[in-house]
């Protein structure tokens, strides 16, 4: 999930960071860490950074210097204006950067914070947003804004609870707004169905994808797409034939998928069934090594952007026998071909199986595809039960993967335990819990971002921590790497190379939401494992907006 493009210059909560480091929120020193067994998962929350309740805390202890004089406000009130303007140009991170010198002029004015929220908002840095919301309803409890962006940046980091209380107090205080009674109500539902499923969790639910004979689906007669077999007589054994997938298989899903059709949905369930049975008896950390001859190419983020997918394999080169991919999370969610999306990586995973990499995303989870549209998505074109069975074989995926001894590839980042080593990632029971929950291990590799100040300090996400140059300096010494590449966070070119080299972030959704203005990048990998950086631009789709198929309370 994208935080954004960091601006030029340091942000406020670039310099709360380093305060909460100094405070020691967490250890820098590997010799405080917690004794606790880094394969443990089951961290609770005081053991684990509370990212929003930290920047809060710091937010609301800051003091202004002294008061601002009368030319101090006036010269806020102009550079708020501008930054208004930058926003709704779709700059965020100007924007912030313009309305934090504001507040540093005139740190009192209520607006000036919860615009800010805004924009942390739209570079969904929500963890800041909900500090910044706060703030100004301190400063003043009667600014209705700033209850309602606090509940936005809650819904999105999944606290249903705590944005529910601000919906109400919108809708008390301003009862004829519709849209915030809708988006109330909406989390009113979230809530009340949360609360029923723990009421009646009796354990582990049976598999959805073990109960379906997909095999024995009927492909009718007038199905004009191509097929994974011609029949569907019984063997003389009384078994049906096992189901093959073929590259003109794919070719046809391809210029199906671009002409707006769908699948048969019993080739959309085999599709994922079979690409489950793959990751099920992969390890947690897929280790490769790269062969004379071959190329391996490392992808980020694609976010349903099914078209720009295509556009990367039509430059870079499909995947083939000579040429792996290493997908690297965040497959669905946001975009609105993401079924297509996932689907066409899962069948190139089946047709190339040791070939063909996927790593889970913080997005290849239940909670998030219910907000950001996959949930939706699947339904409206496909079936409840085709989500069910995506979302187990999202639970089955490897977290990592490890290239040549050289690269450590997962989504979101580094641990909060300087002890945590390849070999504790090696023997990490992924199948020991379905999502990744809010604090432990899973967590931490599908969440985390970087920064550039040392230590670690609080996310401005909202989920997880942020890491810096000397957590990634160590874990690279310690483990024997070269670097670490990760995804999770849009960049402007595509990719950056941080940390004096040790990080590499790659992120493949160009023009992400149709709204960012960003190229995507592929890494591509020889023998030689050396890096090569390819970028892309967005390449045009059909006239479906972006989040089509999310929640309300994201619209």
């Not at 929120?25 to 998962?41: F, H, K, L, R």
Request: proline share 4%; charged share 25%; aromatic share 10%.
């Amino acid at each position: 999930m994208p935080l954004g493009e960091e601006s030029a210059s340091a942000s406020t909560f670039d310099q709360l960071a380093k305060d909460l480091d100094n405070a020691n929120i967490m250890t820098q020193n590997p010799t405080d860490a917690s004794e606790t067994s880094v394969s443990d998962d089951t961290a609770t929350d005081e053991e684990s950074i509370s990212s929003v309740e930290e920047l809060t805390a710091a937010v609301l202890d800051s003091q202004p210097r002294s008061p601002p004089s009368q030319a101090d406000q006036d010269k806020a009130a102009k550079i708020k204006d501008e930054a208004n303007k930058i926003l709704a140009k779709g700059n965020y991170s100007l924007a912030v950067e313009f309305y934090s010198q504001a507040i540093d002029l005139d740190p009192e004015k209520e607006v000036y914070w919860a615009n800010r929220a805004q924009a942390y908002i739209k570079e969904e840095a929500y963890g800041a947003a909900i500090a910044d919301a706060t703030k100004a309803i301190k400063i003043n409890p009667n600014y209705i804004k700033s209850y309602y962006r606090r509940a936005l940046a809650y819904t999105a980091i999944l606290r249903p609870k705590d944005a529910l209380k601000d919906f109400n107090t919108v809708v008390q205080r301003v009862p004829t707004d519709k849209s915030a009674r809708a988006k109330r109500d909406e989390c009113q539902k979230i809530v009340r169905r949360l609360a029923f499923e723990a009421a009646i969790e009796v354990g582990e639910e049976a598999s959805v994808a073990d109960s379906i004979d997909y095999e024995a689906m009927v492909v009718e007669d007038s199905y004009d797409g191509a097929r994974l077999e011609s029949k569907t007589q019984k063997t003389v054994n009384g078994k049906y034939p096992k189901l093959q997938i073929s590259l003109e298989f794919i070719q046809d899903m391809i210029e199906r998928f671009k002409k707006g059709q769908r699948l048969h949905r019993k080739y959309v369930l085999t599709i994922i069934i079979e690409a489950m049975k793959l990751f099920r008896i992969e390890p947690t950390m897929v280790e490769v090594h790269i062969e004379e001859g071959l190329t391996m190419s490392v992808c980020g983020d694609t976010h349903g952007q099914f078209f720009d997918l295509i556009e990367l394999f039509r430059f870079n080169g499909y995947p083939s026998e000579t040429h792996s991919y290493l997908f690297n999370g965040d497959f669905v969610d946001r975009g609105s071909w993401s079924t297509e999306t996932a689907l066409l990586l899962f069948a190139y995973k089946w047709l190339y199986p040791t070939r063909f990499f996927l790593n889970r995303g913080n997005h290849e989870a239940d909670e998030m595809n219910k907000v950001y549209g996959f949930e939706g998505e699947c339904k409206a074109k496909y079936s409840e039960k085709v989500f069910k069975v995506f979302s187990e074989s999202f639970s089955s995926m490897p977290l990592a993967t490890l290239i040549g001894k050289n690269y450590f590839v997962l989504h979101g980042g580094l641990f909060s335990d300087d002890k945590i080593t390849l070999e504790d990632v090696r023997k990490f029971d992924r199948f020991r819990q379905k999502q990744p929950g809010q604090s432990g291990m899973m967590m931490e590799m599908l969440w985390t971002d970087p920064q550039p100040q040392p230590g670690r300090g609080p996310s401005k996400r909202g989920v997880g921590l942020q890491f810096g140059p000397d957590v990634t300096k160590r874990f690279c010494e310690k483990n024997g790497l070269m670097a670490v590449i990760r995804s999770h966070e849009v960049r402007m070119d595509g990719y950056e190379i941080e940390h004096g080299g040790r990080l590499i972030t790659v992120f493949s959704a160009p023009n992400y939401c149709d709204s960012q203005g960003n190229k995507g990048a592929v890494i591509n990998i020889k023998s030689d494992y050396e890096l090569n950086f390819q970028t892309y631009d967005a390449v045009p789709h059909p006239d479906i907006r972006p989040m089509a198929y999310a929640s309300n309370l994201m619209m």
